[in-house]
């Protein structure tokens, strides 16, 4: 597609993004990285993305903190991010994460859906994130996170790489690895307006 006709595909496009995590609650901490600032750091390059693409980009947080007012439980955290979707009138929801496992040799990136109009935004998401990273496919899978079963636009939970793999936490740290997680995350929307 050439420029003018990706830019247009995303005009008028009202999209959540999600940085995981944040404040008092940091996600995976793993080979030096806090998950939390990696999620929020892809997300905002990625909300910059596709503004430039003529999105209008809503965040559920820009710094390190929770989205709910600190000491509220995980499950008002969780439904105040939902909240800013169905507020907005989101077209679509991502939420940026990063994955931990106890066999430290797994690595790869992954995304969930929760409802089937989601399914093929995840599809989407997943092929173009593996083709811009090079990462390990570990494919599309279902899952019922709050925020994906609890939100009413199709949305998705994009598990970038794993931290406690210590070659690919090297690379996620980098911001020359970031922009190629934007790039796939973007190119995949692209994609998904494209086809409708």
Known sequence: ADAKQTSNSLQGKTIVVDPGHGGSNPGAVANGIRESDHNLAVSLALRDKLRKAGAKVVMTRTADKTVAPEGNSLSTELQKRVDIAKAN???LFVSI???????????????????????????????????AT??????????????????SMPSVLVETGFLTNAEEAALLKTDAYRSKI???????????????
């Open 134 to 151: 090079g990462a390990k496919d570990r494919g599309v899978h279902v899952a019922t996170f709050h925020v994906l079963r609890n939100t």
């Open 182 to 196: 934007v790039q796939g995350i973007f190119d995949g929307v692209v994609q998904y307006f494209g086809n409708r």
């Open 97 to 131: 994460h990063a994955n931990s496992y106890p066999d430290k040799k797994i690595a790869g990136a992954m995304t969930f859906f929760s409802r089937s109009g989601s399914e093929r935004l995840a599809k989407d998401i997943q092929s173009a994130l593996v083709n």
């Open 89 to 91: 009138q989101a077209d």
